[in-house]
């Protein structure tokens, strides 16, 4: 067994980021300076954008442009943050021209795609801004007219002094406007005015997709543009020993062939540097396929990289890590992982007395789930453009954390941030891989070496066998019943290579007297990093399939055992620093039970499974509902209730809900990725097995709680509870539970791929 | 490398490549034509998708010497100004999510409609099921194909 050398393990970083869910939250205000930065007064030719604001520029002729200030990765925040604006500017939605704005976090805020933050975080500041710029817009028409301010009203894009009769367009006095100073502390409109926000509105990129307009990273380019790949190492745990390079170099369009180095020796690395290879060994041509086919003739000696030291420095948090060198396989793995359960864990939070409720129980009940390493599959591959040169990097594609890679950019290429430039395309996915920048600095690094614009691109197989996975978990859950069948502790103990999931302050914590979080970690030197709700992704299947487990063992509906404990959290709550607030979660439980119908006999030839969770400041519970299709399960149903507060555009919140529901079932049915002594054996979609159209459900009803809640979050909330629902009605379905993923393995339907992760 | 007389899009187009350079590349790197994408190159995602003389092909899997007179559509020559009618569909059901597999979906549909412009749920399944979507907007891409069905 590997010896631990650290406490730390690598990369355990997760839990202290916004990415991890859970309370933490990331805001800002708008203070002036944001609004003032680069602002440039009036012009009074048409077609000539004023700016009013860092998010508001208007034409004398009246066009009104909203800047994104977040990168788009499917989650239409390029619609749903511009209309945050529109409302409070008063401006007719459908005259409203969206941007991408550039990555400037002083003018836009953090720029940050990840954790379901962007509407936590924009919503504040977008109508603050919005309404900033409207009351410019008074203002100017007020001076102008000679009026009071209180008696000007706008309405869709146009100012109107009622006394007077005049009126006039935001064009004509954007000019003026843009003079004035931004004002500080205008107050929103109130929520019951809202005309735009809470009505649905189409996606203001969707003619671009469905006509193929370029807006992927993929589709970047630029004159002069060279195409490089990276040819990695097999497996994970082995390096570059030694590469010839000839028969490349004498393939049609190669121009180069070399060996880099991505961070220096010793140097430290932030929060978000994670990468799999130091050693890069570059084939650079003209096209992407003469690289690729030019890389199959290099001829390459890899070896063992060994154990190696890294010095992290996670936001301040500064440590060394020792990265094993052993060639993992999953299922020596979770040998290891199941002798390490057997030993002490590290406490993560005790209420009352467990030990000794545990021995006087009547009856305890225990069980261990299991999850794999996930790849993302983003469906657009890892790819960056740079262009770097003595002076300048530009650098463009699709990334979700422009401002935490821009730092590393400096440091690795030796050039102040002010010469930096990072353009942020669409995104072709993202699931949290790509708040992880490393592929930029290897495109930079790429770029200064052969001196030439250059696109990085990641084959389909560079992207799956790369790392950047979610961990290896595993978790014990148990119960202990008096002889009433009363729940009188809980005690949950979870693990993982290279970091547990556990989150000691979530539901059931504060529902019983006596409960015990513990968590404990073996070090790995396989990559980990966010992804869809990190850590929760995991919990939500363990613990969720416990609870009706548990639920069916004391004779209890698994709704209503559920609520019960709910109402004993709200009315009683046990310790200290419970997460979650209890009526919310029980209200999309009761929701989503009325919903269904759960219970009722009408559904009876359905496979009924129910699972809740909270996560990254929302609640989501779902139904799913199995047939047996061709003698395999089904989930031809799902009913799901969510919380996340105000819902900004419903349909397109409701269109993500559904994503979240058809890639839990997905990832539940069919995900994980088996290593084979450091080589993963999945690489492609040949081997990797991931949810199509005919095993999507018929129908996913979505509910939203109407509430006035600021909004809390939406791409991540949803998922999680889906595998524990899955897992519930696969029990109901299969008469069996299901506690290691993916499910699949125990019903293969012979299509591809049956992992036999377990020894 | 030779040099090959396409039509595509209604258009004639010369390209001077390598015999084996399979169509997505060649309508990516050499056309300048990004729409059509790539997701595998292994014929198991159906980003890649293009018409053949009308039928759906994965362009990932078809060298550029295979084309002959055959005539190419891909997204960007589907319509002239995106009504196609499941182009029209797609907005029309705000299909989209990242977006990334929506021209190939796209591609793969319109191939369908124009043989079966009636398909069954069990039609339409098995058309689709070579085209994954990561973001999982498969029950928008049914509706959407049902809705475009009535317009065909
Ligand atoms: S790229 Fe051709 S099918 Fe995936
Ligand atoms: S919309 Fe993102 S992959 Fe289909």
């Excluded at chain 1, 595993?474 to 019943?481: E, H, N, P, V």
């Excluded at chain 1, 395999?632 to 819902?647: F, K, L, M, N």
């Excluded at chain 1, 949803?718 to 393995?745: C, E, H, I, S």
């Excluded at chain 2, 169509?23 to 053949?52: D, F, Q, S």
Aim: glycine share 8%; proline share 6%; net charge positive.
């Amino acid at each position: 067994m590997e010896k631990i050398k650290t406490n730390y393990s690598r990369r355990s970083f997760l839990k202290s980021t916004a990415l991890a869910g859970g309370g933490l939250m990331i805001s800002f205000s708008l203070v002036p300076e944001f609004l003032l930065a680069a602002k440039k007064n009036g012009t009074d030719l048409p077609g000539q954008w004023i700016e009013l604001t860092g998010y508001v520029k208007i034409t004398p002729d009246n066009n009104i442009k909203i800047i994104c200030p977040n990168p788009e990765f499917g989650q239409n925040v390029m619609t749903s943050l511009p209309m945050i604006v529109a409302e409070e500017l008063d401006v007719d939605w459908k005259n409203v021209i969206v941007e991408m704005g550039p990555h400037d976090n002083v003018k836009y805020g953090p720029q940050f795609v990840g954790g379901s933050n962007s509407m936590r975080m924009y919503w504040k500041p977008l109508r603050e801004a919005g309404a900033a710029a409207r009351h410019m817009l008074v203002e100017a028409a007020a001076q102008t007219w000679g009026v009071p301010v209180e008696e000007v009203t706008t309405k869709a894009g146009m100012l109107y002094h009622e006394k007077t009769g005049k009126s006039g367009k935001y064009g004509d006095f954007a000019s003026k406007a843009s003079a004035i100073p931004i004002p500080k502390g205008i107050k929103p409109k109130d929520l019951k005015n809202l005309y735009l926000v809470r009505t649905s509105r189409k996606n203001v990129e969707g003619l671009n997709i469905v006509t193929g307009k370029p807006l992927f990273g993929l589709d970047y380019t630029q004159d002069g543009m060279l195409i490089a790949m990276i040819h990695h190492p097999p497996a994970f745990g082995m390096k570059l020993k030694s590469f010839d390079a000839s028969e490349t170099l004498k393939m049609p369009g190669i121009k180069d062939v070399f060996n880099i180095k991505l961070y220096d020796e010793g140097s430290e690395l932030g929060g978000f540097d994670i990468r799999t290879f130091n050693d890069l060994l570059v084939v650079v041509g003209n096209t992407t396929w003469e690289v690729m086919n030019a890389r199959k003739k290099l001829n390459v000696q890899w070896e063992a990289a060994g154990e190696t030291k890294e010095t992290h420095n996670m936001f301040g948090r500064k440590m060394e890590v020792i990265i094993p060198g052993a060639l993992e396989s999953s299922d020596s793995s979770y040998k290891m992982m199941m002798e390490r359960a057997k030993e002490p864990a590290t406490l993560l939070r005790k209420d009352g007395d467990p030990e000794t409720a545990f021995k006087n129980a009547a009856q305890v009940i225990e069980r261990t789930y299991n999850g794999p390493f996930l790849p993302h599959n983003c469906m657009e591959p890892m790819n960056f453009f740079a262009h770097v040169t003595d002076e300048k990097a530009l650098l463009a594609g699709p990334l979700q954390a422009p401002g935490w890679i821009e730092p590393t950019l400096s440091k690795v290429l030796k050039m102040p941030p002010d010469k930096i430039e990072i353009r942020m395309t669409r995104m072709g996915g993202g699931f949290g891989l790509r708040a992880y920048g490393h592929y930029l600095a290897e495109a930079a690094l790429i770029s200064r070496q052969i001196k030439a614009p250059v696109k990085l691109v990641y084959s389909r197989e560079d992207d799956m066998t790369y790392g950047i996975y979610r961990p290896l978990y595993t978790a014990t859950y148990r119960a202990a019943l008096d002889a009433n069948k009363n729940l009188i502790a809980f005690h949950v103990k979870g693990g993982g290579m290279p970091e547990h999931a556990i989150a000691a302050n979530r539901f059931p914590a504060g529902a019983v007297d006596n409960y015990l979080a513990e968590g404990w970690e073996l070090p790995s030197n396989v990559t980990v990093g966010a992804f869809r709700a990190p850590r929760s992704n995991f919990n939500a299947v363990a613990e969720q399939s416990f609870l009706d487990e548990l639920a069916e063992t004391m004779g209890r509906d698994p709704i209503e055992l559920r609520l019960s404990l709910l109402k004993r959290a709200k009315e009683n709550p046990v310790g200290k620093n419970n997460d979650y607030d209890p009526d919310r979660y029980a209200a999309v439980l009761t929701m989503v039970k009325e919903k269904s119908g759960w219970n009722n006999p009408e559904h009876k030839k359905y496979s009924r499974g129910v699972a809740a969770y909270f996560c990254h400041n929302s609640y989501a519970a779902h139904v799913v509902d199995i047939v047996k299709r061709d003698g395999q399960p089904y989930v031809e149903r799902v009913y799901s209730a969510i919380d996340c507060g105000i819902v900004i555009n419903p349909d397109a919140a409701a269109n993500m809900v559904q994503g979240a529901v058809v890639d839990g079932i997905g990832n539940s049915f069919y995900g994980g990725m088996i290593l084979r002594e450091g080589v993963p054996e999945q690489n492609n979609f040949n081997r990797y097995r991931m949810i199509r159209f005919r095993e999507a459900p018929k129908k996913i009803e979505v509910y939203f709680v109407q509430n006035d809640i600021d909004p809390t979050g939406l791409g991540e909330p949803p998922f999680p509870p889906v595998f524990g629902a899955v897992a519930n009605a696969l029990y109901k379905n299969m008469g069996k539970r299901f506690y290691d993923q993916p499910f699949n393995k125990d019903f293969s339907d012979g299509v591809n791929l049956k992992p036999q992760r377990k020894a | 490398m030779a040099t090959y007389n396409l039509k595509i899009n209604g258009q004639t187009k010369q390209v001077d490549v390598d015999p084996a350079t399979p169509m997505l590349w060649v309508l990516r790197e050499h056309l300048n034509m990004p729409g059509t994408k790539y997701g595998c190159g292994v014929a198991m995602c159906g980003a890649c998708t293009i018409h053949v003389n009308g039928s759906a092909v994965r362009s990932c899997q078809l060298p550029v010497s295979a084309i002959g007179t055959s005539e190419i559509t891909t997204i960007e020559g589907l319509s002239e100004k995106g009504d196609h009618p499941v182009q029209k569909a797609w907005i029309e059901l705000d299909v989209p999510q990242c977006g990334y597999c929506q021209a190939g979906q796209i591609m793969t549909a319109a191939a369908l409609l124009r043989t079966n412009p009636n398909p069954t749920d069990a039609q339409i399944e098995a058309a689709m099921n070579g085209n994954l979507c990561r973001c999982g907007t498969y029950l928008r891409i049914k509706a959407a194909i049902k809705s475009a069905a009535k317009q065909v």
